[in-house]
Structures are given as structure tokens and as C-alpha cells.
């Protein structure tokens, strides 16, 4: 689970600093920078999957997980000058343990559940153009700092890797025989490159944190604002997709892939594992969409699929095409949340368009249970009101149940598990508020202008009741 970002000089942001939580929603008017926070992650992770290594951040094109243009366009203020830094931290399923051997043949062992990769990138002139150039990769574990940075003479006269602690002492040990002119920059964001080991014999374990990032970006997973209509009628090869598409184009494929290799999933512990497709129908029902969903073959052979639902006031199955355009939208969302693996990133930008704001609400239902059972972390962007209330009302009653299933435990809910934020832009420059979120659901610090007059009412309503009650505590 990511567990902190730190941003400097990207889009609006001039400095962010954000906490997250397994479920994290952040709120705010248009072009209030909510959307850069996830194009950034998405950066990183297309970054890690490009095939070219010499790309030092992979700003992607029209197929991408995200278009972002160039260095220049994505710079704070398009100043071509300025470094664009991170710190990102995450937590590691389950404690890890890494031996190492310090210059001096004394053995070390490193051992943590949270690891941050801090990096800086910059233009750097070669000829007639400017390319990114990483000025310093570091990997903190264990109170342990591994750096590689980048010599105060510039990148002509290499890069230097140092191994700090802030009790213990860790040395390097030069191979021998090997000679070598220098140490390149890190390789893309996150690699050091290979000369480091041709320079020291006790550097293997550096491979360690590189991995651990990886496994970090590919348990990221996206679903974009702007999801693909349905069709009536699909055809499937009987590949299985890694997701559900940025727009949900492999939606219906990913549920067709579940089905023939007979996965099943539960709503919740000690419950029973059903098809991963009554999964799906399930939510759609108890979120108040379709009374019916099944997708099947249309003729045996044919691979040819459609997928026919039943709406609430009609006993007769009909194509997903014929009904509310809300359903074709949110399936995508259902499916990826249970498509992907368990410990997955799920990035979602409005997932509440085109939906009755009741169904808004019960997707904070949605993500909640989801999270607690299948062990995701949600990080949402978001207009809607509706949904931020029912996260809101459900820390207050600290539970959440699966609908339809309330005879079954419910989840425990507090305000550890939510972080709220609050995305505006003054002047060019982002500004992140985090909604303070107390055990009572009542968010204290309002922001102006937040989602408008009615939340503005609801907001001062708020503030009165907590001001009462502290009132009546201290008398």
C-alpha cells in the first residue's frame, strides 16, 4: 500500500504532500489539480513498463495510461529549469528481511515493512537538445539510505553511490581488477545501473529495493473517467486481459476470462466462493441497477459474446445496450475491483458518472468492503458529494455492511481507514487540504467553496454540532 507521496514541480504542484490510506478520495472544482496526483503515479508506472531503458520518464502518447506531452509540459510553470522530485513511500505486504555483507566482511541484515525511493530529474543539455536526466536515486529501508548521486562537477564526472546509517556504519568494497571510468545516472527512475556492481563487490542486494518498486508499480491498476460504451455484442478470444482497459474496454473480457478459468470470489471472510460472475451481479443488484446480469456465448463455437441483464421494472432479459448507460459504466468499476489480485493500487478517476446519486452513494459502500476483504487501496477522484457523505456516515457508525448480506458481520470502519482531501488552484499553483476526519465522520476544517452552497450549508451545520459538543464536554 502507498503510504506517502512527497511531489515537487509537477503540473499545478509546486509542493504536494499527501497521506493515503486504504481508501483515500480526493474532492475539488475542475482543473483543481485531483487528476495530476494520479497521472504522476501513472508516470511512474508506464515509466517502469517502457521497454526502452534509456527513457528516463516515459511521458507516454495516445495509447498511454497517460499522455502528458514533454519535460516542459509537465514542469511546474514550464520552467525547463527546475527538477522535478519525489519521495514515495509504501508499505510492503509483510515484513522483509535483506542480508547484506558491509566492505569490512561483517554481515548485515536489513529488515522493514515500508520502503521510500526519493528521485530528482532534470533537463540536461547534450548537443542541440535538452533530455531528462536523473539527477539522484535513493532508497530508504531500515533506516538505511542508499543513494546514488549525481557529482557536484555534473554528469561528465559521473555519479557516486553512498550508504548511510544513522547509528551504524556501512562500507563499500571496491572490485578488483575491474577498472571502470566512471558511474552512469540511474537507469529510467529506479534502477541503478549495472556499473555500480561492476564497481563494488558487496552491492547484489541493491537489486532488493529495485524489485519491490516493480512489484509496487505493477500492482497499479487505472480506470479513466471516460469509459466505452457497450456493445451488443462482443467477440473473445479466450485471452485473459491484465485489467479492464483505462476505459473499460476489456471489461466484459476480463469477466469472460474469470469464468473459463472457473474463478471464484466471496463477499466476505468465511463466506462462500462464488462464480466470479454472480460476484458481479450481486453488486449490480444491491446497488440498485439490474436485477439480472449474465454474459454468455450466443452460439456455441461462435466466440461471439452478449451480455443481457434484466432491469428492476422489466421481467424480460435484455441487451446491456438497451438500458441506463449508468450500468455499462459502472461495470468496469465492479470488475476491476475484483479482477485484480489481492494488495492491488486501484486508481479511479469519477467513477460516479452517469449514476443516480443513491448509487453514489452505495459505491462508498463499494470501496469500503471491498477494501477490507480483498485487501485493496482505493484512491478515488471524485465530485460527488453523495459519495464523500456515506464515507463520511459510515466511520461515524464505524461499520459497513455488504448489502444484501447483513446478517453476515460487518466490516469495522474508522477514520484511519479514509483520508479525504480537498484539490484547489490559486494563482497557477496547487493547493492540497486534508479534510480532518474525526471518529465521528464530521469533517473539521470545511474548505471554502466546498462542492458548492449545499455542502456549504452541511458544512456550517457540521461545524455547529461539533462546536455544541465540545461545549458540552468541557462544561
Keep these: 500500500m502507498i503510504t506517502r507521496l512527497r511531489l515537487t514541480n509537477f503540473k499545478a504542484w509546486k509542493e504536494l504532500k499527501i497521506e493515503f490510506a486504504p481508501v483515500t478520495g480526493m474532492f475539488g472544482a475542475n482543473s483543481a489539480g485531483k487528476s495530476s496526483l494520479l497521472q504522476f503515479l501513472l508516470l511512474l508506472k508506464q515509466t517502469r513498463d517502457a521497454t526502452d531503458r534509456r527513457i528516463?520518464?516515459?511521458?507516454?502518447?495516445?495509447?498511454?495510461?497517460?499522455?502528458?506531452?514533454?519535460?516542459?509540459?509537465?514542469?511546474?510553470?514550464?520552467?525547463?529549469?527546475?527538477?522535478?522530485?519525489?519521495?514515495?513511500?509504501?508499505?510492503?505486504?509483510?515484513?522483509?528481511?535483506?542480508?547484506?555483507?558491509?566492505?569490512?566482511?561483517?554481515?548485515?541484515?536489513?529488515?522493514?515493512?515500508?520502503?521510500?525511493?526519493?528521485?530528482?530529474?532534470?533537463?540536461?543539455?547534450?548537443?542541440?537538445?535538452?533530455?531528462?536526466?536523473?539527477?539522484?536515486?535513493?532508497?530508504?529501508?531500515?533506516?538505511?539510505?542508499?543513494?546514488?548521486?549525481?557529482?557536484?562537477?555534473?554528469?561528465?564526472?559521473?555519479?557516486?553511490?553512498?550508504?548511510?546509517?544513522?547509528?551504524?556504519?556501512?562500507?563499500?568494497?571496491?572490485q578488483q581488477g575491474r577498472p571502470f571510468d566512471r558511474i552512469p545516472p540511474p537507469v529510467k527512475t529506479h534502477l541503478f545501473p549495472p556499473e555500480v556492481k561492476w564497481a563494488y563487490q558487496n552491492t547484489d542486494f541493491l537489486s532488493d529495493f529495485e524489485l519491490e518498486y516493480e512489484g509496487l508499480m505493477d500492482r497499479i491498476y487505472y480506470l479513466g473517467p471516460l469509459r466505452e460504451y457497450p456493445l451488443r455484442h462482443y467477440d473473445w478470444s479466450g485471452a485473459s486481459p491484465a485489467d479492464v482497459g483505462s476505459r473499460g474496454e476489456r471489461a466484459i473480457h476480463a469477466i469472460l476470462a474469470?469464468?473459463?478459468?472457473?474463478?471464484?470470489?466471496?463477499?466476505?471472510?468465511?463466506?462462500?466462493?462464488?462464480?466470479?460472475?454472480?460476484?458481479?451481479?450481486?453488486?449490480?443488484?444491491?446497488?440498485?441497477?439490474?436485477?439480472?446480469?449474465?454474459?454468455?456465448?450466443?452460439?456455441?463455437?461462435?466466440?461471439?459474446?452478449?451480455?443481457?441483464?434484466?432491469?428492476?421494472?422489466?421481467?424480460?432479459?435484455?441487451?446491456?445496450?438497451?438500458?441506463?448507460?449508468?450500468?455499462?459504466?459502472?461495470?468496469?468499476?465492479?470488475?476491476?475491483?475484483?479482477?485484480?489480485?489481492?494488495?492491488?493500487?486501484?486508481?479511479?478517476?469519477?467513477p460516479e458518472i452517469h449514476l443516480h446519486p443513491a448509487v453514489q452513494s452505495r459505491l462508498a459502500d463499494l470501496f469500503l468492503c471491498v477494501a477490507k476483504h480483498r485487501n485493496l487501496q482505493i484512491i478515488v477522484e471524485s465530485h460527488s458529494q453523495h459519495l464523500l457523505q456515506r464515507l463520511q456516515r459510515r466511520v461515524a457508525e464505524q461499520q459497513v455492511h455488504v448489502p444484501g448480506r447483513e446478517a453476515y458481520p460487518a466490516f469495522m470502519v474508522s477514520s484511519d481507514d479514509v483520508r479525504l482531501y480537498f484539490s484547489s488552484v490559486s494563482g497557477g499553483v496547487g493547493k492540497l487540504e486534508d479534510l480532518q476526519l474525526n471518529h465521528w465522520g464530521e469533517i473539521?476544517?470545511?474548505?471554502?467553496?466546498?462542492?458548492?452552497?449545499?455542502?456549504?450549508?452541511?458544512?456550517?451545520?457540521?461545524?455547529?454540532?461539533?462546536r455544541r459538543k465540545l461545549a458540552g464536554s468541557s462544561g
Design 258 to 350: 474469470a469464468a473459463a478459468q472457473e474463478e471464484t470470489r466471496s463477499l466476505q471472510p468465511r463466506a462462500w466462493r462464488r462464480p466470479f460472475q454472480e460476484i458481479i451481479a450481486h453488486w449490480l443488484r444491491e446497488l440498485g441497477l439490474v436485477d439480472r446480469f449474465a454474459t454468455a456465448e450466443i452460439g456455441s463455437g461462435s466466440n461471439v459474446y452478449q451480455t443481457r441483464v434484466t432491469a428492476n421494472s422489466s421481467k424480460t432479459p435484455t441487451s446491456l445496450t438497451d438500458v441506463g448507460f449508468g450500468v455499462s459504466q459502472i461495470l468496469p468499476v465492479l470488475v476491476l475491483l475484483y479482477y485484480v489480485p489481492r494488495g492491488s493500487v486501484v486508481l479511479l478517476e469519477q
Design 444 to 466: 473539521e476544517n470545511w474548505p471554502d467553496g466546498f462542492f458548492g452552497d449545499e455542502m456549504e450549508e452541511i458544512a456550517a451545520i457540521s461545524s455547529a454540532t461539533l
Design 56 to 174: 528516463v520518464l516515459e511521458f507516454g502518447g495516445p495509447d498511454g495510461l497517460a499522455n502528458l506531452g514533454s519535460y516542459r509540459e509537465v514542469v511546474h510553470g514550464h520552467d525547463s529549469s527546475a527538477d522535478i522530485s519525489w519521495r514515495l513511500a509504501w508499505r510492503l505486504p509483510k515484513e522483509r528481511r535483506i542480508a547484506a555483507l558491509s566492505g569490512d566482511g561483517r554481515p548485515v541484515t536489513l529488515s522493514g515493512q515500508e520502503i521510500e525511493t526519493h528521485c530528482a530529474v532534470g533537463l540536461s543539455e547534450t548537443g542541440r537538445s535538452s533530455t531528462p536526466i536523473a539527477h539522484r536515486l535513493t532508497y530508504r529501508f531500515d533506516d538505511y539510505q542508499f543513494t546514488l548521486v549525481q557529482s557536484e562537477n555534473g554528469p561528465k564526472k559521473g555519479y557516486g553511490l553512498d550508504i548511510s546509517h544513522e547509528n551504524q556504519e556501512f562500507t563499500l568494497k571496491r
